[in-house]
C-alpha cells in the first residue's frame, strides 16, 4: 500500500514536499517513483529513487527544481519542489516497481494521488 500526503495549493515561486509512505514489504524490495498527471494529459514520469536510496533520475522539466529522496528508516520516500510553476499542477502519485523507468505501465503499486494546484 502507497500513500501519499502533501499536496496544496500553493503560488507559483513556492517550494512543497510530498511524502510517499509504503507497507515495509513494497517498499523494501522496490523503486520508488513519482508520476503526475494534468487534467487532459498523460501520467507523465517526474522522479525515481533507487533501492539504495543513491541512484536517481528525473524527467525532463523537473530537473534542478525538485530532489527525490529516499527514508529507509520510515518506509518514506519525499520529493522537495522547489520554485513550483504553473505547469506542475496536476495530481502527483508515487508508484512501486522493479525497475526506474519512464512508463508507468511498469510499475506495480500505485497511490491514490494527491493534488498540487500552483497559481501565477
Known amino acids: 500500500q502507497l500513500i501519499e500526503s502533501g499536496g496544496g495549493l500553493v503560488q507559483a515561486g513556492d517550494s512543497l514536499r510530498l511524502s510517499c509512505t509504503a507497507s515495509s514489504p513494497i517498499y523494501s524490495s522496490t523503486v520508488v517513483a513519482w508520476f503526475r498527471q494534468a487534467p487532459g494529459k498523460e501520467r507523465d514520469f517526474v522522479a525515481c529513487v533507487y533501492r539504495s536510496g543513491t541512484g536517481t533520475a528525473y524527467g525532463d522539466g523537473v530537473k534542478g527544481r525538485f530532489t527525490v529522496s529516499r527514508d529507509m528508516d520510515h518506509n518514506t520516500v519525499a520529493l522537495q519542489m522547489n520554485r513550483l510553476q504553473s505547469e506542475d499542477t496536476a495530481i502527483y502519485y508515487c508508484?512501486?516497481?522493479?525497475?526506474?523507468?519512464?512508463?508507468?505501465?511498469?510499475?506495480?503499486?500505485w497511490g491514490q494521488g494527491t493534488q498540487v494546484t500552483v497559481s501565477s
Open positions: 508508484a512501486a516497481g522493479t525497475y526506474c523507468t519512464k512508463g508507468p505501465e511498469r510499475y506495480r503499486y
